[in-house]
């Protein structure tokens, strides 16, 4: 599939990968820490920043009813009222400008993930170059419509998504504008095990729908994304605080600066290291050649003298004649006097 260009980005594997560090509710309520995490992220030398555009008003109901309490034991948020947990975990919809502004003061591009048709006008009011959608809004095909309808490319977390629902997804977003896509292998589960990862998932998902295709990763440390770049993903989304210990929603399965600049690096690594089917040696390997072994006489031999085991020796360095030539060498007579370490060449024969 073709690259796509992300404001002044290119996305593809021409390119490096595309690192977005995500907020989400790891600045704790406080605008500064946000500003913080903003100023953190520019000095890691990710490509991006991601915020979350929601309050708990838009995303839920403020209700006790079991359906609107988290019931699982896997969970971090286990036993907590949806409500609740978005009222803690939102970014104050004011703090978006200057946020925003804030990221290009410090050279990084910035965008959002709307969770509801609202966000959307509200982010697109404020020039967000490309919209976000999550992994749980891969279904609510009305709000990837209107996001899609802006125009601005899109990208989609498809954590739990199935083939039939990843394509829907797709389709509605081609069908209500959005030429470029990319879609975000994603395990939704908080933090994940990176035995759920399933990476080989990037380069089918590639396949089937003729997009860019990178991961959202919420397992622990860097070594599930920088695979993943082998494994052909172009863009890395990873949440992003200045310290776990102070806590946080997301903090748990969140990388600290020093981590994030990790990453920056070792999947610019990853990504040099693909290159292409190649056997016989680099041009940066041709010196290593003379580390390999060759036929070398182990003593001063005359000419007419018979070539033994006890006159030559395969050994390093490998300036000599190829060992595959031992065995044809052996009970031969010398042509010529040969000294001991001198090369020898099948003219010696």
Wanted: with cysteine; net charge negative.
């Amino acid at each position: 599939m073709s690259s796509i260009k992300i404001a002044d980005r290119l996305i593809g594997q021409d390119a490096e990968p595309f690192i977005i560090a995500e907020m989400s509710g790891n600045h704790n309520g406080s605008k500064e820490r946000a500003l913080e995490i903003v100023r953190a992220a520019a000095q890691c030398g990710v490509d991006c920043l991601k915020f979350q555009t929601y309050t708990a008003d838009t995303l839920t109901l403020d209700s006790d009813l079991d359906d609107f309490v988290i019931r699982d034991d896997k969970s971090l948020w286990n036993g907590r009222r949806l409500h609740d947990l978005y009222q803690e975990a939102h970014t104050p919809w004011e703090w978006h400008a200057d946020l925003f502004a804030a990221a290009a003061e410090h050279g990084v591009m910035a965008f959002s993930t709307p969770f509801d048709e609202t966000a959307v006008d509200f982010l697109d009011s404020l020039g967000v170059p490309m919209f976000k959608i999550a992994s749980f809004e891969l279904t609510h095909l009305p709000l990837i419509a209107k996001a899609a309808a802006t125009g601005k490319p899109l990208i989609m977390s498809t954590g739990m998504g199935t083939i039939d629902e990843i394509e829907e997804a797709v389709t509605t977003a081609r069908s209500a504008g959005a030429n470029d896509i990319v879609l975000l292998k994603c395990t939704s589960q908080y933090p994940a095990d990176a035995s759920d990862a399933n990476l080989m998932t990037i380069p089918d998902m590639a396949r089937r729908f003729g997009v860019q295709v990178g991961l959202s990763d919420h397992t622990a440390g860097t070594g599930v994304a920088v695979a993943a770049v082998v494994h052909g993903a172009t863009v890395i989304e990873k949440h992003f605080t200045l310290s776990r210990a102070e806590g946080g929603v997301d903090s748990a399965f969140s990388l600290e600066p020093w981590e994030m600049k990790l990453l920056k690096e070792e999947t610019r690594r990853a990504w040099l290291s693909r290159g292409t089917v190649h056997y016989g040696g680099t041009e940066n390997e041709k010196n290593s050649r003379a580390f390999r072994q060759s036929i070398y006489p182990s003593q001063d031999i005359q000419e007419g003298e018979i070539f033994s085991r006890a006159n030559l020796k395969i050994c390093r360095p490998g300036t000599s004649l190829e060992p595959r030539h031992f065995a044809g060498l052996l009970g031969k007579p010398a042509r010529r006097a040969i000294g001991k370490g001198e090369r020898l060449t099948l003219d010696d024969l």
